[in-house]
C-alpha cells in the first residue's frame, strides 16, 4: 500500500500509539465541544459546504448511504434531510463523537433511518457492493493509511455507486494565504485550547492539512484506487474542496 506525507502526521508525535489510536483518543477528548468548534471557527459556513457535497449525489438518488468517519453524525442528518435515502449507516473510530452523534439522532427522531456504528474505515466491516453512496467530511486526512482507506470505500460501494468526499485544502490566492496562515497557526489552536483543553487537536488539524495531498493529486489517488469519473470542486477561496468518484 502507498503511504503519503499525512499519513505520519500524528496528534502527539512523542506518544508511542499509532495514528488511529491517537486520532480516536483525540476525538474523544473534544467530542463535547467539537460541533461548537466546527460552527465558532468556521463561522457557520461548514454547513453550507457539507450541503454542497452531498448535493453531488442528488441526481443519483442513493438509497442506502455510508458515511465515513461520521463523527456527531453532521453529515448523515444532512444526507437524510436533503436526499431521503431508506438507510443511512454511519462509522467512526470515537466511540465519544457517536454518542453525541446517537443523541442528536434521536433528539430528530431519525433512529430508524440512520444507524451509527463503531467502525475502522480502513477496514469497513460491510460486504463488497454494499451502498449506493459513500460520504467523507474532513474524515480522510485522519485515516493511517489513505490508499487503503480509499480502497475500501471502493470495494463498499455498488457499481454505478458514488464516493464524495469533503476535505480542507489549502487556498491558492497570495493577499489570503497570510491570514489563513495566521489563522490555523495561531487563531484556530488557541480557542481549542480555551473551548476544548486541546490545543494540540487544532495544530493536529494545521498540520495534516498541509501534508495532505490534495487537488489533481488526490484525484490521482482516486483513480489509483479504482474509481472513474473523478472531479473536484474548491469552496471558499480553496479552504475546503469536494472530490467525487464513481464505480
Known amino acids: 500500500m502507498a503511504k503519503f506525507a499525512h499519513d505520519t502526521i500524528v496528534p502527539d508525535s512523542e506518544s508511542s500509539l499509532g495514528k488511529k489510536q491517537q486520532v480516536a483518543e483525540m476525538f474523544n477528548d473534544i467530542a463535547f465541544r467539537y460541533d461548537f468548534l466546527n460552527r465558532f471557527l468556521s463561522v457557520g459556513i461548514d454547513i453550507q459546504w457539507r450541503k454542497k457535497a452531498i448535493k453531488q449525489l442528488k441526481d443519483l438518488k442513493p ?97 454505478g455507486g458514488k464516493a464524495v468526499i469533503l476535505e480542507f485544502s489549502k487556498p491558492k490566492q497570495t493577499a489570503f494565504k497570510s491570514f489563513y496562515k495566521l489563522y490555523m497557526n495561531i487563531i484556530a489552536p488557541g480557542f481549542g485550547k480555551m473551548f476544548a483543553k486541546n490545543k494540540d487537536a487544532y495544530q493536529y488539524l494545521n498540520g495534516s492539512i498541509q501534508a495532505f495531498p490534495e487537488g489533481q493529486t488526490f484525484l490521482n489517488i482516486m483513480d489509483e484506487a479504482g474509481f472513474t469519473q473523478t472531479y473536484l470542486k474548491t469552496l471558499s477561496l480553496g479552504i475546503c474542496t469536494i472530490y467525487c468518484g464513481s464505480k
Do not use: C
Open 63 to 159: 438509497q442506502t448511504v455510508l458515511d465515513v468517519a461520521t463523527g456527531t453524525a453532521d453529515v448523515a442528518l444532512l444526507t437524510y434531510k436533503l436526499l431521503r435515502p431508506k438507510r443511512i449507516t454511519g462509522i467512526d473510530i470515537s466511540e465519544g463523537m457517536l454518542d453525541f452523534g446517537r443523541k442528536k439522532i434521536a433528539k430528530a427522531g431519525l433512529q430508524d433511518h440512520i444507524e451509527l456504528f463503531t467502525g475502522d474505515s480502513e477496514r469497513i466491516n460491510f460486504p463488497d457492493n454494499s451502498f449506493d453512496a459513500v460520504t467523507v467530511a474532513f474524515g480522510v486526512r485522519n485515516f493511517e493509511n489513505l490508499d487503503k482507506g480509499l480502497k475500501d470505500m471502493y470495494r463498499v460501494l455498488k457499481p
